[in-house]
Nanobody
Framework: QVQLVESGGGLVQPGGSLRLSCAAS????????MNWYRQAPGKQRELVAG???????NYAVAVKGRFTISRDNAKNTVYLQMNSLKPEDTAVYYC?????????WGQGTQVTVSS
């Protein structure tokens, strides 16, 4: 049974930081590309950041320079370090594990940026 469990969300003031974690089980973690998506109220889910099995990363324009994705294959965990948070970063953040024809999703963690 595949499980992706996100943690680390919460309420933070503008300019603050959070680190999201996603712990995976039931998959050979190291061969999966891992992604973070987010969905704000009334908006479509969007890709925030991704990291390939080889460690290459990509970011949405809106978060480039502020967010950093990383992975620890020994811990089957992917991280999203979020700095200089803005109110527009408020959303439910989802972890995604991706291989050709295989997609798995976590349940999401709420991030709220507000003063």
């Amino acid at each position: 049974q595949v499980q992706l469990v996100e943690s680390g969300g919460g309420l933070v003031q503008p300019g603050g930081s959070l680190r999201l974690s996603c712990a995976a089980s039931g998959i050979t973690f190291s061969i999966y590309a891992m992604n973070w998506y987010r969905q704000a109220p009334g908006k479509q889910r969007e890709l925030v950041a991704g990291i390939t099995s080889g460690g290459s990363t990509n970011y949405a324009v809106a978060v480039k320079g502020r967010f950093t994705i990383s992975r620890d294959n020994a811990k089957n965990t992917v991280y999203l370090q979020m700095n200089s948070l803005k109110p527009e970063d408020t959303a439910v953040y989802y972890c995604n594990a991706n291989r050709p024809a295989l997609h798995y999703w976590g349940q999401g963690t709420q991030v709220t940026v507000s003063s």
